[in-house]
């Protein structure tokens, strides 16, 4: 069992909400699948507004907490939140203000694209049929061809545009651009984009791709070992964590012990250290009474990922 | 209203066949209502009987795809189960409650009883759909009504005069639907899928659109079980590849990842899981009258067969997955893996020629047959040769769903005449040459059939697509 994080956790809803009130709450979510514990007593809280990057390693249990979020799988304690209403199971008139996109879109695949999204608009008080139809005709995907014909791709477009479509208060979107080609990405990156531009517009995105985190300007949440381990702004995680290099010529029997480290490696003459707040005088310092030579630099949001997850 | 109105076209969509056969049988009955307004001749009980039967298939249609509407997705869609809830209002208006008044203004008595028997008639036809063991609520009342057939008639009588009937029938109605409904519209975590090309046995029930059908806790049991004796087949399939890796044992490892469930062990449970349905069976046919002892073979040889359509479909679904079989056995060519998969599924046929001679045997106890040697010989002659040609045929047949359709029900009438012939020919002419003369025909018929149909796959190409909607 990995150690906790040595980290400052920041409080889970560090950026204000709008309303003043969370558009989701976790308290002590647990889930299981038979004996193998996924979600461990899980708090957490997302502000109105923000788009949350939703971070942690294969089998982090992210696609389980995004369903049970919304009520799509059962869990065994804990409650939650959604829109200020106990979530006990999906319903009443908060669903018109939730759209969601399943890691793999498998539904009705003997429903024609058309027909599968004249049924689902029946159901919305806000359905943009002129957005619908502006992504059908950018995207290429063919009212008239059955759902079980498209690519997994092509699949993945239509969640999103049904998705998208009810105009939804809270977006959800579960790995959604793992099977698209880059031009669709980008496309849903803009679309995606526009709409957290609306006012009160949240928007938690399961993805491994942290360069499209970094153009949400996301809030960072990070999924390990059945816990979110932090959420963060990104601009804040960028500025508090630093990856310090000491480097000399005889390399490094154990790592130098340096305040505010999370994490450490030794590569050869390098001992790179992943540091929240580091104290740059200090660290002059010490490389000076080390004999090393001292680099710091700032790391990219998936070399976080890589060290911390 | 309009998300009502999509709700109540699913079946016109997705099953128009069944939607417009069903509908016509329903105006047509309104029509015998009408008519007998004005008319001498009395057509109500027809007309009834008509909604009725019409309402049985219509609502087997609804169930199917309710099953493929309530998943838990749909769940997130507003206000999903209040129009849910409507279409089904409407539906009970069209096929309950309607009837049940044109029944009542035009003369026909206990409205009431009408009314409750026609919401059993549509709960049953849903819980027959999903899979779910409710749905043998009903057979009781056949064995009942074989037993003691004056009494089922007397019990009817007084039933038709009892002001207790109506309610009595609509709390069994409301039960049924408890038991059918509740699976579906419950947020559960999916199940796992079993292999495409396994017996589907277990669960009376296809999957749909490879969803399989929400499992009680009896049957999750079960799974768990058969699992566990296919993870022990295959720890020893290994085992013995590890130790001697030969050519036999390459083809048990392979048939250990096609069909995890036919192994030793899970055969032994299958057969005494189904022979548990056929004992029942047998408890509700064998007091009726004229009851035929020779039908347990034919049934037996049935009841087998029906293994084989859902290995058509499985073929289908299973490709993408054989990509990696193909890469894993890096076969010298196509042909040379085409034939390892036909000799692995080969295996198919002696596990239903024991099935048939298991059910036929248990048969044969349960109704003290006559000529248990006779039956017997005719099911593994016909079991055997039925068992190649539907093999063959599933390998090879056609894609469509209408073409499977059409062949299973060839094979499957075929293989009934066979049943019959051979029985005839083995009565006439004794066990030596009747026999001999049937096993000639039926299998020479069977292995030339299997030996094309193997060359045929054997010459195409091996196809890792996906199947299309």
Redesign the interface.
């Known amino acids: 069992m990995p150690a906790e994080l040595p980290i400052a956790i920041a409080a889970p809803n560090a950026a204000p909400a709008l309303d003043g009130m969370p558009v989701l709450r976790v308290d002590a979510l647990s889930k299981s699948?038979e004996k193998r514990q996924v979600l461990q007593a899980i708090d957490w809280s997302v502000p109105a507004g923000r788009v949350i990057g939703l971070l942690g390693r294969n089998g982090a249990g992210k696609t389980t907490l995004l369903?049970c979020l919304?009520?799509?799988?059962?869990i065994d304690s804990g409650q939650i939140e959604l829109f200020g209403e106990p979530m006990i199971?999906?319903?009443g008139?908060r669903?018109?203000r939730?759209g969601?996109v399943?890691q793999s879109f498998?539904?009705?695949?003997?429903?024609k694209v058309r027909?599968y999204l004249?049924?689902?608009?029946?159901?919305?008080?806000r359905w943009d049929h002129a957005l619908t139809a502006r992504l059908l005709d950018s995207w290429q995907l063919d009212p008239r061809q059955?759902?079980?014909?498209l690519s997994q791709g092509q699949r993945q477009k239509l969640a999103i545009v049904r998705a998208i479509a009810p105009q939804p208060d809270l977006l959800v979107l579960d790995e959604p651009v793992a099977s698209l080609d880059p031009q669709a990405r980008r496309a849903f990156m803009a679309e995606l984009l526009e709409l957290t531009r609306r006012p009160g517009k949240t928007v938690i995105f399961s993805t491994h791709i942290t360069a499209d985190l970094e153009r949400a300007d996301a809030d960072i949440a990070l999924l390990r070992d059945g816990r979110i381990q932090f959420t963060r702004p990104l601009a804040e995680l960028r500025e508090c964590m630093h990856r310090v290099i000491l480097s000399r010529a005889e390399g490094w029997l154990e790592v130098p012990p340096i305040a505010g480290m999370l994490k450490a490696n030794i590569k050869g003459h390098e001992a790179q250290l992943l540091v929240e707040h580091p104290d740059i005088e200090n660290l002059q310092a010490l490389a000076v009474q080390l004999n090393a030579s001292l680099r710091i630099e700032t790391p990219t949001l998936e070399d976080l990922f890589v060290e911390l997850a | 209203m309009k998300a009502v109105w999509q709700l109540w076209l699913q079946p016109w969509k997705r099953m128009p066949v069944l939607a417009a056969l069903v509908s016509l049988m329903w105006l047509a009955a309104m029509g015998m209502y009408l008519f007998s307004v004005d008319s001498e001749v009395d057509l109500n009980a027809a007309a009834l009987g008509l909604i009725a039967f019409g309402s049985w298939f219509w609502h087997i249609g609804q169930g199917q795809i309710l099953r493929e509407l309530c998943r838990p997705e749909s769940f997130l869609m507003p206000d999903f189960l209040r129009r849910l809830t409507w279409t089904a209002a409407i539906d009970a208006a069209q096929w309950v409650l309607l009837p049940a008044l044109l029944s009542g203004l035009l003369g026909l008595p206990h409205a009431w009883l009408i009314a409750a028997a026609l919401l059993c008639v549509a709960a049953l036809g849903l819980v027959s759909s999903q899979g779910r063991r409710a749905g043998l609520l009903i057979w009781p009342i056949f064995i009942v009504a074989g037993w003691k057939p004056e009494l089922a008639v007397a019990a009817l009588h007084i039933a038709l005069q009892s002001p207790l009937t109506a309610p009595l029938l609509l709390l069994v109605a409301v039960l049924i639907l408890h038991l059918s409904l509740r699976p579906l519209l419950r947020i559960d975590d999916r199940d796992i899928e079993t292999s495409p090309l396994e017996s589907m046995s277990l669960d009376r029930s296809n999957n749909i659109g490879g969803t399989p059908p929400p499992r009680g806790a009896l049957s999750k049991r079960l799974v768990g079980l058969f699992d566990r004796t296919s993870q022990r087949a295959l720890d020893l399939a290994l085992r013995s590849y590890r130790q001697q890796p030969g050519a036999r044992q390459r083809l048990t490892l392979i048939r250990r990842l096609l069909l995890p469930h036919d192994n030793p062990l899970a055969i032994a449970l299958r057969l005494t899981w189904v022979a548990a349905f056929v004992t029942i069976y047998f408890f509700a046919a064998i007091h009726r009258q004229h009851f035929n002892a020779a039908v347990v073979g034919a049934y037996a040889t049935l009841l087998t067969l029906g293994r084989f359509p859902q290995l058509g479909r499985g073929m289908q679904r299973i490709r993408p997955n054989l990509a990696d079989l193909y890469l894993t056995l890096a076969p010298t060519t196509h042909a040379q893996y085409q034939k390892t998969l036909a000799d692995a599924l080969l295996i198919l046929v002696p596990i239903s020629v024991l099935s048939a001679v298991a059910y036929t045997l248990l048969g044969i106890a349960l109704t003290h047959a006559a000529e248990p040697v006779r039956m017997l010989m005719t099911t593994i002659i016909v079991t055997s040769a039925a068992s190649l040609v539907a093999l063959a045929v599933h390998l090879i047949g056609p894609e469509s769903t209408l073409g499977r359709t059409l062949a299973n029900i060839v094979v499957i009438l075929g293989a009934m005449a066979s049943y019959w012939g051979g029985y005839w020919l083995i009565g006439a002419l004794g066990y030596v040459f009747g026999g001999g003369l049937v096993a000639i025909i039926a299998l020479s018929f069977g292995l030339s059939v299997w030996f094309a149909g193997q060359r045929e796959y054997q010459r195409r190409k091996p196809s890792f697509d996906a199947p299309m909607a």
């Open positions: 699948f369903r919304l009520g799509l799988s059962p199971e999906p319903g008139e669903m018109h939730v969601f399943p498998d539904l009705f695949p003997w429903m027909a004249d049924f689902t608009a029946a159901f919305y008080a059955k759902i079980g014909q």
